[in-house]
C-alpha cells in the first residue's frame, strides 16, 4: 500500500516557446518552428488521447492546462500569407 506522503505525478518536458537571441537567423526559425510541431503533436497525441482514455474510463483526473499553439505554427506555415510559403515566393520570384 502506498503511504499518504507518496504522491503520483506526470513529468513533462516542455519545449514550447521561441528562445530569444539579440539576432536570430533563419536556422533559428527553423529549430523553433520543429518545436512548435513538436510541441502540438505532444500534446495532440500525448496528453489530449491520455485525457480521453481517461474520461472514456470514468477515472477522475485534473484536465491539462496547456496552451494551443495553433496560432504561431499558422503565423509561420499557412498559406499563403505564413512567413515560410512568402520566403518560398521570394525565393521563387527575387526580384521579380
Known amino acids: ?3 499518504k506522503a507518496m504522491k503520483k505525478f ?3 518536458l ?8 539579440e539576432r536570430n ?7 523553433n518552428f520543429c ?3 513538436l510541441q502540438k503533436h505532444f500534446i495532440e497525441h500525448v496528453i489530449k488521447l491520455e485525457e480521453a482514455i481517461y474520461k472514456a474510463e470514468n477515472l477522475s483526473f485534473i484536465p491539462s ?5 495553433q496560432d504561431v505554427l499558422d503565423l509561420i506555415e499557412s498559406k499563403p500569407h505564413g512567413l515560410l510559403p512568402l520566403l518560398d515566393e521570394e525565393c521563387r520570384i527575387g526580384k521579380g
Do not use: A, M, T, W
Open 65 to 69: 492546462q496547456v496552451v494551443d499553439n
Open 35 to 37: 518545436n512548435e510541431k
Open 10 to 12: 506526470i513529468g513533462i
Open 14 to 21: 516542455d519545449i514550447f516557446g521561441f528562445e530569444i537571441f
Open 1 to 3: 500500500p502506498e503511504s
Open 25 to 31: 537567423r533563419l536556422e533559428q526559425l527553423c529549430i
